[in-house]
């Protein structure tokens, strides 16, 4: 079960209420957010695919010099810290992906505010 439901959701659950909603915002400010989180979603898209090439290359089992508890030099196996990296990024991916359903029912609520604003001021008689 995701952590934060959109309004969507919440609706279909009935467990929306309306003094918790949000405001909405002006659609500048969530188009540029929803460029930010594209850019972020590309990075991190990057950084999984280099953390690929890595396990690839060198497998998921990496040797490393280690000094024991008398300072001898040991050679010994350790996880290929790109695996750690892969791991957290495809996770980061999940919420940003996540986040970014979020914003777009945010976008489109505030189309549909925007028109109806249109549509009002368009019918309106000024003196």
């Keep these: ?9 919440k609706a279909v659950r009935g467990t929306a209420q309306r003094c918790r909603a949000r405001k909405t915002r002006t659609l500048r400010v969530i188009r540029r957010e929803i460029r930010e989180l594209r850019r972020l979603m590309l990075d991190i898209a990057f950084n999984v695919e280099l953390a690929r090439k890595s396990l690839r290359a060198d497998g998921f089992l990496i040797e490393m010099l280690v000094a024991n508890s ?4 040991e050679k010994t196996r350790r996880l290929n ?4 990296i892969q791991t957290d990024a495809l996770k980061a991916l999940k919420g940003l992906n996540r986040q970014m359903t979020i914003l777009c029912e945010e976008r489109e ?6 028109q109806k604003a249109e549509e009002a001021s368009e019918f309106r008689i000024e003196d």
């Design 1 to 9: 079960m995701p952590a934060k439901l959109t309004e969507k959701e």
């Design 70 to 73: 008398h300072g001898k030099h």
């Design 81 to 84: 810290p790109a695996f750690k």
């Design 109 to 114: 609520a505030a189309e549909a505010a925007q």
